[in-house]
């Protein structure tokens, strides 16, 4: 072998992998066997023919060089397989952990498609386990009831009236507050608006309104009040338990008390809380002829009618009166002394007497003219 295939194989082992290296000196103590055993021969044949020795050895050198090229082609050639069949393999690897990957993210989102379908489900399958188990505990049934703006009306009645039973269900009370509401308002005259609310977690506020009293009707002996709609309320009232200055309807006609209400909303409270009493005294041209008795001395003679109307005026006229007077409203508006008109009612009175003796005093008469 000679220097220069030696360097040249020296510097092919530098880029040999160590299989490769084994191969090459196995290759190597193979080839130098072999030239041993060449060289023998050659030895005897130059014994035999010197003369072609040279030759020979040239031959030798040359065959032996064609070795070695065929050789490092052969590991070339190998190395070059196996670095295919390594990117291949590396190729092969990479796809396989894209794969895998590939595989884990649809499994992941396959996971998170499943559960958010399942999430609903779950949600309300708890809600409704949660509500199964409160309905049947008493907890489901706790309510803590308070009445507010009650003056007239005790605590117990509002709830009553309300139709709020202890076995409801503090759900279906909530829901149902505006029904419980308008039968309050149905079932008690006093309570002219009701309205319930709610503060979490079982506490239910019914706030009402009550009427006002506007007056008493006495026509029947009993007093009874009279509410601001024109309503009698049908508990009479002790007279004791009256106000000190009231407004007294002697009116048995409830239409007619109804209307003298709506009457009186378009006249001032000065003028109302000087009426003393209301009667109804009808003539011959107006059925409804009303008579106010005034605190302040005078009377007043107008139409139900025309209450709304005509009782305004009377602050101007009783800036004029000066003496008790009958203020008649029942046809044009005005007013004469009550003393003129009791002298009037004295002297009908007696002539309806005096002819009432005449009366009998003639019929007495023609039946003693009978008897003869």
């Given at each position: 072998?000679?220097?220069?295939?030696?360097?040249?194989?020296?510097?092919?082992?530098?880029?040999?992998?160590?299989?490769?290296?084994?191969?090459?000196?196995?290759?190597?103590?193979?080839?130098?066997?072999?030239?041993?055993?060449?060289?023998?021969?050659?030895?005897?044949?130059?014994?035999?023919?010197?003369?072609?020795?040279?030759?020979?050895?040239?031959?030798?050198?040359?065959?032996?060089?064609?070795?070695?090229?065929?050789?490092?082609?052969?590991?070339?050639?190998?190395?070059?397989?196996?670095?295919?069949?390594?990117?291949?393999?590396?190729?092969?690897?990479?796809?396989?952990?894209?794969?895998?990957?590939?595989?884990?993210?649809?499994?992941?989102?396959?996971?998170?498609?499943?559960?958010?379908?399942?999430?609903?489900?779950?949600?309300?399958?708890?809600?409704?386990?949660?509500?199964?188990?409160?309905?049947?505990?008493?907890?489901?049934?706790?309510?803590?009831?308070?009445?507010?703006?009650?003056?007239?009306?005790?605590?117990?009645?509002?709830?009553?009236?309300?139709?709020?039973?202890?076995?409801?269900?503090?759900?279906?009370?909530?829901?149902?507050?505006?029904?419980?509401?308008?039968?309050?308002?149905?079932?008690?005259?006093?309570?002219?608006?009701?309205?319930?609310?709610?503060?979490?977690?079982?506490?239910?506020?019914?706030?009402?309104?009550?009427?006002?009293?506007?007056?008493?009707?006495?026509?029947?002996?009993?007093?009874?009040?009279?509410?601001?709609?024109?309503?009698?309320?049908?508990?009479?009232?002790?007279?004791?338990?009256?106000?000190?200055?009231?407004?007294?309807?002697?009116?048995?006609?409830?239409?007619?008390?109804?209307?003298?209400?709506?009457?009186?909303?378009?006249?001032?409270?000065?003028?109302?809380?000087?009426?003393?009493?209301?009667?109804?005294?009808?003539?011959?041209?107006?059925?409804?002829?009303?008579?106010?008795?005034?605190?302040?001395?005078?009377?007043?003679?107008?139409?139900?009618?025309?209450?709304?109307?005509?009782?305004?005026?009377?602050?101007?006229?009783?800036?004029?009166?000066?003496?008790?007077?009958?203020?008649?409203?029942?046809?044009?508006?005005?007013?004469?002394?009550?003393?003129?008109?009791?002298?009037?009612?004295?002297?009908?009175?007696?002539s309806e007497v005096n002819a009432q003796t005449?009366?009998?005093?003639?019929?007495?008469?023609?039946?003693?003219?009978?008897?003869?």
């Amino acid at each position: 072998m000679t220097t220069k295939d030696k360097d040249e194989q020296k510097e092919l082992q530098t880029y040999l992998s160590e299989w490769q290296k084994r191969h090459e000196e196995y290759l190597e103590k193979k080839s130098q066997e072999t030239s041993e055993q060449e060289e023998g021969i050659h030895d005897k044949e130059n014994q035999q023919e010197p003369m072609s020795s040279d030759v020979t050895v040239k031959n030798d050198d040359e065959d032996e060089s064609k070795t070695k090229n065929e050789e490092l082609d052969e590991l070339e050639e190998l190395d070059t397989d196996q670095a295919e069949k390594s990117e291949v393999a590396e190729e092969g690897d990479e796809s396989t952990l894209e794969q895998e990957e590939s595989s884990k993210q649809e499994k992941r989102q396959i996971g998170k498609i499943h559960l958010h379908r399942a999430l609903p489900i779950l949600i309300v399958s708890s809600l409704l386990a949660l509500s199964s188990l409160y309905f049947i505990t008493p907890l489901s049934t706790i309510k803590n009831i308070v009445v507010s703006g009650n003056e007239r009306v005790s605590q117990e009645e509002v709830i009553k009236n309300t139709q709020i039973d202890n076995r409801d269900y503090t759900l279906t009370t909530f829901l149902n507050r505006s029904k419980h509401a308008k039968k309050l308002t149905q079932a008690n005259p006093w309570i002219e608006k009701a309205e319930i609310l709610y503060q979490f977690p079982t506490t239910f506020t019914i706030k009402i309104k009550e009427y006002k009293v506007i007056a008493y009707e006495a026509s029947s002996g009993n007093i009874y009040p009279v509410i601001s709609n024109g309503s009698l309320i049908n508990k009479p009232v002790k007279k004791e338990n009256l106000p000190e200055n009231y407004l007294r309807f002697n009116l048995s006609d409830k239409a007619k008390v109804k209307k003298l209400v709506q009457e009186l909303e378009g006249v001032s409270e000065t003028i109302i809380n000087n009426i003393q009493s209301v009667d109804l005294t009808p003539s011959k041209a107006t059925k409804d002829l009303l008579t106010l008795t005034m605190r302040d001395g005078h009377k007043i003679l107008v139409p139900l009618s025309d209450i709304h109307k005509k009782l305004p005026h009377y602050s101007r006229v009783q800036s004029l009166l000066t003496e008790p007077s009958i203020v008649d409203m029942e046809a044009g508006i005005f007013s004469y002394p009550a003393s003129l008109a009791q002298k009037e009612s004295e002297e009908e009175k007696n002539s309806e007497v005096n002819a009432q003796t005449e009366t009998a005093e003639t019929s007495e008469e023609a039946t003693n003219e009978v008897n003869y």
